[in-house]
């Protein structure tokens, strides 16, 4: 049997007759993402294919309010004591939001992990309190997913502007959202770095989309995936910028490659970083295939 869970809000207040007021739909509708995706993965402690979707129940003016329910449902729930455990899960997730919002109230950054871990412990508190499972065993959510979780809600406020206020709301609890947490993404890779492998290897590579002003990233074909990488190489560079070099898209290049592999504290993968250190030279698309390519 499906459930419904207690409403919860997510509200916007903003200035009256403020400029570009798409930005607070925009912030709404990501925050209506971003938790969404928070309760999937605060689902993660019970390992039971529980799934959780997000309900709207309403829009009220005045200030832009979403009220909310997540709508459970066990797709196998052997793993489940038996009895209403659906209205105790519904009460975690509200909790579980709660705590990782009331984790950023105060901060304006992440510097240490070991904040991160006494957030995740205490989320597993919370999900052992519930007692549902039959086995007592249950998995800390990956640090990775927290704090990917926390960047798709900063990414969320950083439409609002300081005049605008935003807050999540269930029952009688209340807190504010903290729009000047900065969630910075290299800082991030590495708190969840543990090691770092670099390979550097000769090879060709296919150019899908280049960088004609040399302030981005190219797009190349590497092992059959397309990937963003740097070049490194400024002389070649400069030469491609002022058209000595001809590199249409389709074309290789015959290059020194770095791939530096980020891995975490249990062994996973956390970042892969190309670089192309030094373009030997330019292998041109042959005519026939770049037909195919048009």
Do not use: C
């Amino acid at each position: 049997m499906d459930y419904l869970a207690e409403p919860y809000e997510v509200k916007i207040d903003f200035a009256q007759r403020s400029v570009n007021p798409s930005r607070i739909f925009k912030s709404m509708a990501d925050l209506i993402d971003s938790f969404e995706i928070l309760d999937t993965d605060l689902l993660f402690p019970f390992n039971a294919r529980i799934e959780s979707k997000l309900l709207l129940e309403d829009i009220q003016q005045g200030s832009l309010k979403s009220i909310l329910r997540s709508f459970l449902k066990a797709i196998d729930d052997e793993a489940l004591k038996d009895g209403d455990w659906k209205k105790v899960v519904g009460r975690f997730l509200l909790d579980g939001k709660y705590k990782v919002l009331e984790f950023l109230e105060d901060k304006k950054e992440i510097v240490d992990r070991a904040e991160v871990i006494e957030l995740e412990e205490e989320l597993t508190a919370l999900a052992v309190a519930t007692d549902i499972k039959r086995v007592p065993a249950y998995t800390p959510i990956p640090t990775r997913k927290l704090l990917f979780d926390i960047g798709h809600i900063t990414q969320a406020l950083s439409f609002l502007s300081p005049e605008d206020s935003s807050f999540y709301v269930y029952g009688n609890t209340q807190v504010r959202l903290n729009q000047n947490f900065i969630f910075n993404r290299e800082a991030v890779e590495e708190l969840l770095t543990k090691e770092t492998k670099i390979l550097r290897e000769e090879l060709d590579v296919q150019v899908k989309k280049p960088d004609y002003l040399g302030i981005s990233m190219w797009d190349v074909k590497f092992r059959d995936h397309v990937v963003p990488t740097r070049i490194e190489d400024r002389v070649w560079l400069e030469r491609f910028q002022n058209r000595v070099e001809d590199v249409r898209p389709g074309d290789g290049l015959s290059v020194t490659m770095e791939t530096e592999v980020s891995y975490g504290f249990q062994g996973e993968e956390v970042a892969v970083h190309y670089r192309i250190l030094k373009v030997h030279r330019v292998v041109p698309l042959p005519p026939y295939e770049r037909q195919q390519e048009i």
